[in-house]
């Protein structure tokens, strides 16, 4: 579903007034629609700020509870604010709503705690709004449920991301490092995201911290947007397919994530189902996947230097990597199993 208007003269009419608030009346015109006409059970929302430049909004999801149960899972924090802020520190808002509150002498009479502790919010809009049907919020991360929790006052369930274990599978080395072209001796260094010019993913520190590290024998591999290959490194480009993306964890010996910011990301999923331990900051819900000497390697502070240093550490070790590439793949199949992952969507979808 898209606010996007065809091209020709609605294209020329958009340059005229607000794009944003134009594709919005038309997806909420296109969802309402579709929910008269479709007899559905449920209605499942994921990552609704992905689609904001098309006019997604929150209140689709009034909409839809107009008509059937919805579920709504919160990718970042995107929904806990007003504005279009991602992620932010729980404990300082929690703070500075302590203030807030202790100024005002508390909450007004008649406001009730939850909306009241969330006023403003996306999520206090849609849940003050009420409607005919119950919302139900859930989160990839046990992080994010929690501070969905403190914030708002809101019930928000633990629920990760499925995954294919069949398709992200353990599988030749040797093989995927030829259909990528990388070098078949040697350690391969994988990383990447949608853009590598995006300052939440931490590629800045990687590079800087990958400058200090140079190692004989060790290629670093990036795929996403806006890459390229210099000495050392070798740019994949954009892998859009699930294969090209498993070949690259399997070619791997580690994935590194240096993300600054993360709710629940299904890269560090993905690689270790392939069995490739996982490098990363300890943020957000990634402390949750990522072992630290169990099944990979947080670094200790949010830094390019320690990000060397645990990199060093990590490869330093050849044998100690061998032996966590059975651990990635048997702590995927214990906390990411398809059957145990679809009982507790149901037991949720099921009681709405």
Known sequence: MSGKPPRGWQ???ECFRDPSSSRRSEVNRQLTSILSKEKSDLVWFHN??????????????RIARDHVPVMWTLHDMWALGSGEESYWEVEETEARRGKREGAS??????ESAEVGRCEGS???RVWGAGGKYPVTLTAPSKWLADSTCKLTGLPCVHLPNPIDLDLFSPGDQAEARRRLGLPEKGLVVLAGADSLQDPRKGFDLLLAAWEQFR???????????HGQTKPGQVYLGNLVT???MVAAYRAADLYVHPAQMENAPCTIQESLACGTPVLAFA????????????????????????LQATIALALADRGRLVRLRKDAREWAKEVWRSDALEHRFRSLAGGL
């Open 11 to 13: 294209r020329i009419l």
């Open 48 to 61: 609704i700020a992905g689609g904001g430049k098309w006019g997604w909004s929150e209140e689709m999801v």
């Open 105 to 110: 002498g508390g909450k007004r009479e008649g």
């Open 122 to 124: 996306k999520v206090a």
């Open 215 to 225: 190692a004989e024998g060790v290629t670093l591999a990036l795929f996403g947007r």
């Open 242 to 244: 699930d294969e090209q």
């Open 283 to 306: 943020v957000g819900g990634i402390p949750e996947m990522v072992r630290d000497g169990k099944n990979g390697f947080l670094a200790k502070e949010i830094s390019a230097p320690s």
